[in-house]
């Protein structure tokens, strides 16, 4: 199980920090994402990162989202400026990783960031 959290209450234009952390070191040879969900709409991946650190980003996040790992502290980042109360949302982590072909996934319990004045 993945704990996420770094979530609350931001203004518009601020910034906020999520943390997404690893209970074993399985995160070093994951691919691990940032998805996150608003009220009515379907969940949707904001930024991923994998092992050897390529990234992908969101259209509706690229110049404001940055997503990096630490591999030491088994956790994932999610930098967050320029905030937008479009991005208010539920975000979740996630973890993907193969081993003898058989496939993990591990998804973190949420954390809600509400983006208003």
């Known amino acids: 199980q993945l704990q996420a959290y770094g979530g609350g209450l931001v203004q518009p234009g601020g910034s906020a920090r999520l943390s997404c952390a690893a209970p074993g070191s399985f995160f070093s040879f994951s691919t691990v994402g940032w998805y996150r969900q608003a009220p009515g709409k379907q969940r949707e991946l904001v930024a991923s990162i994998t092992s050897g650190g390529s990234l992908n980003y969101a259209d509706s996040v690229k110049g404001r989202f940055t997503i990096s790992r630490d591999n030491a502290k088994n956790t994932v980042y999610l930098q967050m400026n320029s905030l937008k109360p479009e991005d208010t949302a539920v975000y979740y982590c996630?973890?993907?990783?193969?081993?003898?072909?058989?496939?993990?996934?591990?998804w973190g319990q949420g954390t809600q960031v509400t983006v208003s004045s």
């Open positions: 996630n973890a993907v990783f193969f081993r003898l072909e058989v496939r993990y996934d591990y």
